[in-house]
């Protein structure tokens, strides 16, 4: 059995003089901003399948609407979470939806760039807050275009949510609140179905917390999902629903081009992600699980956007700030170059899914190698598993 609890007699945090940055603080934010600008001039690329989700709940009484959502719309891929906040800004905000949207979604980066700080202050006592406040920023610099490109451009708020609940899980575990963290894990199913594989973080809290961690885990997806499933059973189609394979990704690159999404494919994407994460916290490397989850998705993923880069960029930040002992953000600078620059430049098709493979096969040996670290705190995410 593995054992995750943290040391008897935690190491002696090093002491570092509080200095302001506001010099770099500025930077990022002026940074932001310029991006922000550049992508929302014609963004909101996918903002229409989230007004159709949010309209359509809002119809209760119609066949077609209410809980009958997915029955009749099965190309929704994103969660009961993301439908209730779509419908919240249409009602509340009406045309200016779309840009409190792109704002909030904008606002989530920086929020887990504040959390991905957090979590590395805690788990890395013995190195210096300036170290980390120097890595974070360089990743910073990496990170936000691919970020803006989700929140402003595309304006996916399914993956903005899944993936700010998973950080925000992560610091209520870091910080032994279970519980909390089971709910947001399931916050992020209930966004996004493939946020699944995270429940695998539960498996390591401790024996006494565990069965009941599971079970609001369970009860909270149950709760956001089973209504939809007994409205209209239709529901269930939406999870096999299947579109053309992109000649860029890496399943066909695989060999499974030239058709329809194949049957597995879902059901692959899960139990990969899933079995990777168990690895990744196993082998002491918790700070890559988002990284390998994200990662395990697109290896068998049949579209290819470039907002999906966004998920690969939160998991190489979360690992070069907070797992890794390099001081050079190498993760987060090169899934930038080879996720989301490349595309911008002449390529034959095939190269972007080789560069997927390459990448999720990086990331399983980064996992499947045992942690020999030197901050033993590092290496403990969750409370005493034993």
């Given at each position: 059995?593995?054992?995750?609890d943290?040391?008897?007699?935690?190491?002696?945090?090093?002491?570092t003089?509080?200095?302001?940055?506001p010099?770099?603080?500025?930077?990022?934010?002026?940074?932001a901003?310029?991006w922000?600008?550049?992508?929302?001039?014609?963004?909101?690329?996918?903002?229409?399948?989230?007004?159709?989700?949010?309209?359509?709940?809002?119809?209760?009484?119609?066949?077609?609407?209410?809980?009958?959502?997915?029955?009749?719309?099965?190309?929704?891929?994103f969660?009961?979470?993301?439908?209730v906040?779509?419908?919240?800004?249409?009602?509340?905000?009406?045309?200016?939806?779309?840009?409190?949207?792109q704002?909030?979604?904008?606002?989530?980066?920086?929020?887990?760039?504040?959390a991905?700080?957090?979590?590395?202050?805690?788990?890395?006592?013995?190195?210096?807050?300036?170290?980390?406040?120097?890595?974070?920023?360089?990743?910073?610099?990496?990170?936000?275009?691919?970020w803006?490109?989700?929140a402003?451009?595309?304006?996916?708020?399914?993956?903005?949510?899944?993936?700010?609940?998973?950080l925000?899980?992560?610091?209520?575990?870091?910080?032994?609140?279970?519980?909390?963290?089971?709910?947001?894990?399931?916050?992020?199913?209930?966004?996004?179905?493939w946020?699944?594989?995270?429940?695998a973080?539960?498996f390591?809290?401790a024996r006494?917390?565990?069965?009941?961690?599971?079970a609001?885990?369970?009860t909270?997806?149950?709760?956001?999902?089973?209504?939809?499933?007994?409205?209209?059973?239709?529901?269930?189609?939406?999870?096999?629903?299947?579109?053309?394979v992109?000649?860029?990704?890496a399943?066909?690159v695989l060999?499974?081009g030239?058709?329809?999404?194949?049957?597995w494919?879902r059901?692959v994407?899960?139990?990969?992600?899933?079995?990777?994460?168990?690895?990744?916290?196993?082998?002491g490397?918790?700070?890559?699980?988002v990284?390998?989850v994200?990662?395990?998705?697109?290896?068998?993923?049949?579209g290819?956007?470039s907002?999906y880069?966004?998920g690969?960029?939160v998991?190489?930040?979360l690992?070069?700030?907070?797992?890794?002992?390099?001081?050079?953000p190498?993760?987060?600078t090169?899934?930038?170059?080879?996720?989301?620059?490349?595309?911008?430049l002449?390529?034959?098709?095939?190269?972007?899914?080789?560069?997927?493979?390459?990448f999720?096969?990086a990331?399983?040996?980064?996992?499947?190698?045992?942690?020999?670290?030197?901050?033993?705190?590092?290496a403990?995410?969750?409370?005493n598993?034993?």
């Amino acid at each position: 059995m593995v054992t995750l609890d943290r040391p008897l007699v935690a190491p002696s945090p090093v002491r570092t003089p509080r200095r302001r940055r506001p010099l770099a603080a500025a930077i990022l934010l002026v940074w932001a901003l310029a991006w922000f600008w550049f992508l929302s001039r014609h963004g909101g690329v996918s903002w229409h399948y989230f007004v159709d989700g949010g309209q359509l709940f809002e119809d209760i009484d119609s066949r077609t609407g209410g809980l009958h959502l997915y029955g009749s719309r099965p190309d929704l891929q994103f969660g009961p979470a993301s439908v209730v906040a779509a419908a919240v800004l249409l009602m509340s905000a009406g045309s200016r939806a779309l840009i409190l949207a792109q704002l909030g979604t904008a606002a989530v980066g920086g929020a887990i760039l504040f959390a991905v700080r957090a979590l590395a202050i805690d788990a890395r006592p013995r190195t210096p807050r300036p170290t980390i406040d120097r890595t974070l920023f360089v990743a910073a610099i990496a990170f936000i275009p691919v970020w803006m490109d989700l929140a402003a451009r595309f304006v996916h708020i399914d993956d903005m949510l899944a993936l700010g609940f998973t950080l925000a899980a992560l610091l209520a575990l870091r910080r032994e609140h279970p519980l909390i963290g089971a709910l947001l894990l399931a916050l992020a199913v209930d966004a996004k179905p493939w946020a699944l594989p995270f429940v695998a973080l539960l498996f390591f809290v401790a024996r006494s917390h565990r069965l009941r961690a599971l079970a609001l885990y369970g009860t909270a997806v149950a709760v956001a999902w089973v209504p939809f499933l007994i409205s209209d059973p239709r529901t269930l189609g939406a999870a096999g629903y299947r579109i053309p394979v992109d000649p860029s990704s890496a399943l066909f690159v695989l060999g499974f081009g030239g058709g329809q999404t194949p049957p597995w494919d879902r059901v692959v994407q899960i139990a990969l992600g899933l079995g990777l994460a168990v690895l990744a916290v196993r082998s002491g490397r918790w700070a890559a699980v988002v990284l390998v989850v994200v990662l395990a998705r697109l290896v068998v993923d049949p579209g290819v956007h470039s907002y999906y880069a966004a998920g690969v960029l939160v998991g190489a930040v979360l690992w070069d700030v907070a797992g890794s002992s390099r001081r050079w953000p190498w993760w987060t600078t090169m899934t930038a170059l080879g996720f989301f620059a490349l595309r911008w430049l002449p390529q034959p098709l095939w190269l972007h899914g080789v560069v997927t493979i390459a990448f999720f096969l990086a990331a399983v040996v980064l996992v499947a190698r045992r942690m020999e670290c030197a901050e033993p705190a590092s290496a403990a995410i969750l409370p005493n598993s034993s």
